[in-house]
C-alpha cells in the first residue's frame, strides 16, 4: 500500500468511525429513552446500572449503524476530495477509478469481517446480558415500583395513585379497581399505608389505614344518578398486586436475532431433526424458514458495509459536494431504501414457498448492479 492507499485509507476510515460514532448515539438514545428512562425517573436503576446497560447497547446500535457509517464516511471523503479537484488529479496522473478505490473496497471488506462478527457474536452476547442485567437490577428492588405522584397504570384490573414514600411507609394513598370493562368499581382513598413484598409469590402487599372506600353498582358503575355506597375502615385488608406479568417484560427470552451463529446452527439442526404430525407441517416450515431469514439478515447486513462502500465511491466523486448535510441526506435515503427492502422481504416469513430466505440477496445485489453501472459511466469520463 503507497502513501496515496493509506492517505485515502485513513481520510476514509476517519469519516467512517465518526459517521458510526453519530448514528450509534441517536440509535443509543432512542433505546435508552424506550427501555430504560422510566426504570431511572423510577429510582430502580442506580447510575453504575444505567451506565453499564448503555455500554451493552453499544454493539447493538453498532451492528445497525456501520452500514449507514460505511456509506457516509464514503459520500463525506470522496465528495470532498472530488470537489477539491483532488480526485481530478489523481486521474489525470493516470489512475483509474477502480485504482483509486482499492483502499476503500479494502476498508468495505474489513468492515464486512467486522459486521459478521458484530452481527453473529458480539450482538447477541451483549443483547442477552443486556437484558439479563435490566430483569436482575429491577426485581432486586421491587418497592421501588411504586412511586410516589404517579399514576400507576401497569396492572389489569387497579390503578394506583401514592402521594409520598419514605421507605415502605405510604401516604394519601388512591385505589381504583376496575372491572372487565376498565370501569371503576371501587375507589379507595387511605390517609396512609404500608408497602410490603412477598418474594415467594412475587407480589406487593399494600395495608391501608385511615381509609374511605366508595362502591359504584356492579351492573352500571358510571351511572352517578344514585349515591354510592361509603365505608370508613380504620384498617383495610391487605391488597395483593402480583408482580409476574410487570416483570415478564424484563424476563430474557432466547430471540432468534439474540442468538449467535452457534446457536441458530443449533435451532436449525433442532428443527430438521423434528418430526411433526402433517397437520403442523406448515407451521413447521414457517419456523423454520424465520430461523434462515435471521441468518440471512445478519449475513447481509454485514455484507451491506461492502455495498455500501463500493455505492459511495461513483456517487461521492460524481456528486462532488463538500457540504457534509448533503452527503448525509444522501446516505441516509439510501440506508432507508436498503433497509425498507429488507423489511419487505421480512414480510413473506409467513410465506417459505417463496423463499424469503434467497430474496434477502435481492438488496444487496441491487446495490452492487447500481454501483457496477456508475463505475462504467464515471469510466467513461
Not at 12 to 37: M, Q, T
Not at 217 to 225: I, K, L, N, T, V
Request: proline share 5%.
Amino acid at each position: 500500500m503507497n502513501l496515496l492507499d493509506r492517505y485515502l485509507f485513513r481520510s476514509v476510515l476517519g469519516s467512517c468511525l465518526a459517521a458510526v460514532g453519530l448514528f450509534a448515539f441517536v440509535l443509543i438514545l432512542g433505546n435508552a429513552i424506550r427501555d430504560l428512562l422510566g426504570y431511572v425517573l423510577a429510582g430502580q436503576l442506580p447510575l453504575t446500572v444505567f451506565a453499564e446497560l448503555l455500554l451493552l447497547l453499544v454493539p447493538f446500535v453498532t451492528s445497525y449503524a456501520l452500514p449507514m457509517g460505511m456509506l457516509t464516511g464514503v459520500l463525506l471523503t470522496l465528495g470532498r476530495l472530488s470537489a477539491d479537484s483532488e480526485i481530478t488529479a489523481m486521474r489525470a496522473a493516470g489512475l483509474g477509478v477502480w485504482r483509486i478505490a482499492r483502499p476503500v473496497v479494502l476498508l468495505g471488506v474489513l468492515g464486512t469481517v467486522l459486521g459478521l462478527y458484530m452481527n453473529f457474536e458480539a450482538m447477541p452476547r451483549a443483547r442477552t446480558q443486556y437484558q439479563r442485567e435490566l430483569a436482575e437490577t429491577v426485581r432486586s428492588n421491587p418497592l421501588s415500583f411504586v412511586v410516589p405522584r404517579t399514576f400507576i397504570r401497569d396492572f389489569s384490573d387497579r390503578v394506583i395513585y401514592v402521594g409520598d414514600k419514605q421507605g415502605n411507609v405510604l401516604s394519601e394513598v388512591w385505589v381504583w379497581e376496575l372491572d372487565a370493562q376498565q370501569r371503576v368499581q371501587y375507589v379507595i382513598r387511605a390517609a396512609s399505608g404500608r408497602i410490603d413484598y412477598d418474594a415467594e409469590d412475587n407480589a406487593l402487599l399494600i395495608t391501608l389505614r385511615q381509609a374511605q372506600v366508595e362502591t359504584r353498582s356492579p351492573a352500571q358503575p358510571e351511572d352517578f344518578s344514585k349515591p354510592p355506597l361509603v365505608g370508613t375502615f380504620d384498617n383495610t385488608e391487605e391488597v395483593r398486586l402480583p408482580l409476574d406479568s410487570i416483570f415478564a417484560r424484563t424476563t430474557v427470552r432466547q430471540k432468534l436475532k439474540w442468538m449467535t451463529f452457534s446457536q441458530l446452527r443449533a435451532e436449525e439442526t433442532r428443527l430438521a431433526n423434528l418430526e411433526v404430525p402433517p397437520e403442523q407441517a406448515a407451521e413447521h416450515a414457517r419456523t423454520q424458514m424465520k430461523v434462515k431469514l435471521t441468518v440471512q439478515e445478519k449475513l447481509q447486513n454485514a455484507l451491506a458495509m461492502l455495498s455500501f462502500a463500493l455505492i459511495g465511491i461513483p456517487l461521492g466523486i460524481r456528486v462532488s459536494r463538500r457540504e457534509t448535510s448533503a452527503n448525509l441526506g444522501v446516505a441516509v435515503a439510501l440506508s432507508l431504501g436498503y433497509y425498507f427492502l429488507t423489511v419487505m422481504v421480512n414480510w413473506l416469513d409467513r410465506q417459505p414457498e417463496y423463499r424469503p430466505d434467497l430474496l434477502f440477496w435481492l438488496p444487496n445485489l441491487l446495490f452492487l448492479l447500481i454501483a457496477w453501472i456508475l463505475f462504467r459511466r464515471i469510466g467513461r469520463n
